[in-house]
């Protein structure tokens, strides 16, 4: 045990010692050295040496670390969410605190990436919402039912917008017929009249008399050539229009 002390004490004189030495040569030649590595930097056969030899060292260790990857890869993922579930409440402090501080450069990010990537993100939201019909339709119920008057005070304060998305709709669904969105905008209106002419004022669901609205039996946006037809129409309230577009996710 002696022995192995006095070896450990020796080691560590020799460090401290190696320390100093080196520190009292590069004061003394302080100028000759910074002097030695400009003309060294300055070299360019030197600098494509140094720059090959860190290419290989670098290729050497990403193939080491893909390799120690797939070896271990359930391990790794397995201790991985194990550490997630013990510092949940950090990782999420962190994120947010990161978010807030660089929330410019993660705007421009995901901007960037959306574009990039528009057409997977819209599969992959259309998968999404197939499998969530139900759970959607729930959430978003009880959020209508806790936010009433949401919608009306967003149409008052920016009725740009709705105007904007209606009439990307009439656009879309007016190239059917080959007509100009305002065109296929006055179309409707006069379909909507006949189609109430037409039609009795009680409710096809409840038998509630009233304030009655047309509805689509299919609908504009999957049968856009049959959005005219006199025949595709159902009387229904106020009330059950809103439940029955509702259910629009279950169909």
Sequence with gaps: MKKLFYEHVKRYEKKKYMKEYGRKRYAENRDKILEDQKVYASNPEIKAKRKERIMKM??????TIKKYYFDHRDKI????????????????????????????IMKQKSKVYRIKNQK??????????????????????????????YWINYNKAFPEVGLRANHKQLKKLGLKFHKTSKEYARALQSWSKVVKKNITNTCAYCNNEGLIQVHHILYKNKYPLLSLNPNNVIPLCKKCHYEVHLLNGFK
Excluded: G, M
Excluded at 58 to 63: F, L, P, R, W
Excluded at 120 to 139: A, G, Y
């Design 58 to 63: 670098k290729d050497a260790y990403a193939i």
């Design 77 to 104: 993922l397995e201790d991985h969410k194990k550490w997630l579930e013990k510092e949940k409440e950090h990782v999420q402090r962190y994120t947010k605190q990161y978010n807030i501080k660089n929330e410019k």
């Design 120 to 149: 997977i993100l819209h599969e992959k939201n259309k998968v999404w919402r197939d499998k969530n019909k139900i759970k959607r339709c729930i959430s978003f119920r009880l959020w209508r039912e806790n936010n009433p008057n």
